[in-house]
Antibody, heavy 126, light 108 residues
């Protein structure tokens, strides 16, 4: 079956860049679907960060857009997230997820998420 | 962006009872593009409902979604032990995708 597995450093220092990888097994990213990153904090709950299609189409949450980069490596079947200039407010569990139906709305894309990884806790602290 | 407000914050019920969870949007959700998720302790959220009322694959029919415009409801007809969890709504009618803050369903 299709599985997603996030990985990355559990501790990042303030002002540094958070980098995460999502390995996908059981399905080829290049076969379709949009793929995304979502985070969860006790304070703000679930927050969609960004998504990508294997062709390179990307879209971002405006609240994070200036600090976020998403990319894929189809040869390795991996998804990547980079979040720069992190602060304590970026401490969260980060999930990668496969979107279900995707819609083009008001100049961007929206989607629900049918398959999630188990998540990885990232703490921002010196 | 569309803000989703879920109520109640916590719902205390017994197994076998009926649960009604609410999700209200700050503006109308285009095409009723609203999803519901269940998050069990220590796990990632999992999809229950999309398009306001379409059950995801493998989701039992005790789960039903309804509503339109700004007001949506998730109903669980007969609570099973595994249903005591946190439930989130998410809208995908207008970018960016946004989530509600969650309703915790606890055993009474």
């Amino acid at each position: 079956q299709v599985q997603l597995q996030e990985s990355g450093p559990g501790l990042v220092k303030p002002s540094e860049t958070l980098s995460l990888t999502c390995g996908v097994s059981g399905y080829s990213i290049s076969s379709g679907y949009h793929w995304g990153w979502i985070r969860q904090t006790p304070g703000k709950g679930l927050e969609w960060i960004t998504s990508i299609y294997h062709s390179g189409t990307t879209y971002y949450n405006p609240s994070l857009k200036s600090r976020v980069t998403i990319s894929v490596d189809t040869s390795r079947n991996q998804l990547f997230l980079s979040l720069s200039s992190v602060t304590a407010a970026d401490t969260a569990v980060y999930y990668c997820a496969r979107a279900g139906n995707t819609f083009y709305v008001s100049g961007s894309y929206t989607n629900w998420f049918g398959l999630w990884g188990q998540g990885v806790l990232v703490t921002v602290s010196s | 962006e569309i803000v989703l407000t879920q109520s109640p914050g916590t719902l205390s019920l017994s197994p076998g009872e009926r649960a009604t969870l609410s999700c209200r949007a700050s503006q109308s959700v285009t095409n009723n593009y609203l999803a519901w998720y269940r998050q069990k302790p220590g796990q990632a959220p999992s999809l229950l409902i999309s398009d306001a009322s379409s059950r995801a694959t493998g989701i039992p029919d005790r789960f039903s979604g309804s509503g339109s415009g700004t007001d949506f409801t998730l109903t669980i007809s007969r609570l099973e032990p595994e249903d005591f969890a946190v439930y989130y709504c998410q809208q995908y009618g207008s970018p960016p995708n946004t989530f509600g803050q969650g309703t915790k369903l606890e055993i009474k």
